[in-house]
């Protein structure tokens, strides 16, 4: 298949690279040359504007993936594709959009004949190895047209042994992607996806914390432990209940600077966490873990800890996300 990206950063330049080992074609845009020309270099075909991206796509059904931060680089971009594109094509958001938006952008693009799918995405700067954890919203042509797309970027059922109960031939969900809903849902689940993320990565930022503050001079001495919070980590990630890929990134971390002393703890949150609060006030469902959580990264702007750090290396593990000294102010449109 021939897809355009536009949007070539940490994860949609990878996107790109896993397709086209897997065989497909690529045009691919973005507002800086270099990732351009580095895709160029891989055989992708680089566009100049977006307008040209939509001209190489060639016949309909075309398919643009927009590969944007949440808020109004992804809006304008849906727009002008919107104008560009027409009966039968395919656009796509695989950015952390707010499902509201999916929504009301979906029913204006239908007006126009467009289809428009929403596909969260997880898998940070590992994607291109590892494969992406995607969750789909959107019509079920569309949806079921992209399937060749979809099965490439996904990790595929792998090592992982298979829940009992299920047989046969592996779904989707147990390779990787699945439809979630109409156009939103994918968005949705990957909304509450990264809220689940905020509260797992805040009980281990904490639980860390406890331990090495178990040597404080505020502790009777013989009950002052110096304990090497690398190792625990290390041993957590051999046969514990709570292993996880989150405690892998904690105790790379922790391995290669037990003190953390690179990061600041200041902690950011990109407006999915605040989201997912929002829905479960609008449904009346109890969310004190997840609540507390985005909480904690407000105040780690005022006051770091070291468990804030853990945090901050924890994000970056996965995502490549630099912290920012100033917070910011992400929310629904």
Request: one cysteine or more; glycine letters at 12%; aromatic letters at 8%.
């Amino acid at each position: 298949m021939r897809i355009g990206m536009i949007g070539l950063g940490r994860m949609g330049g990878n996107i790109v690279r896993r397709l086209m080992k897997a065989g497909h074609e690529a045009v691919v845009y973005d507002a800086q040359a270099a990732p351009r020309d580095a895709l160029a270099r891989d055989g992708a075909v680089a566009a100049e504007s977006i307008d040209d991206m939509v001209a190489k796509l060639g016949e309909t059904p075309r398919i643009a993936w927009s590969m944007l931060p949440a808020g109004a680089p992804t809006e304008e971009t849906v727009a002008r594709l919107g104008e560009r594109m027409g009966q039968g094509d395919i656009i796509i958001d695989g950015g952390n959009a707010f499902y509201k938006d999916d929504i009301r952008r979906a029913k204006a693009l239908a007006q126009k004949g467009i289809a428009y799918v929403d596909c969260g995405t997880s898998g940070g700067v590992w994607g291109l190895e590892r494969g992406y954890c995607m969750m789909i919203g959107g019509p079920d042509a569309a949806v079921a047209h992209l399937d060749p797309i979809f099965s490439a970027l996904a990790p595929g059922a792998g090592a992982i042994p298979r829940t009992p109960g299920l047989e046969g031939e592996p779904s989707q969900a147990e390779r990787g992607y699945v439809h979630a809903g109409p156009s939103g849902a994918g968005h949705f689940v990957k909304m509450v996806h990264n809220g689940i993320e905020y509260g797992l990565m805040q009980a281990y930022a904490e639980g860390f914390d406890i331990l090495r503050h178990k040597s404080s001079e505020l502790l009777p001495e013989d009950e002052r432990f110096d304990i090497n919070v690398a190792e625990v980590a290390e041993v957590w990630r051999r046969g514990s209940v709570i292993t996880s890929w989150l405690l892998d990134l904690g105790a790379a971390a922790l391995a290669k600077d037990p003190e953390l002393s690179s990061y600041t703890g200041f902690v950011e949150d990109s407006g999915e966490g605040r989201w997912t609060i929002q829905a479960a006030i609008e449904e009346a469902v109890p969310a004190d873990v997840l609540t507390n959580a985005l909480f904690a990264r407000f105040r780690s702007r005022q006051k770091h800890t070291f468990g804030e750090k853990l945090l901050s290396a924890m994000r970056f593990g996965f995502g490549g996300h630099i912290e920012e000294r100033e917070p910011v102010e992400p929310g629904p449109r």
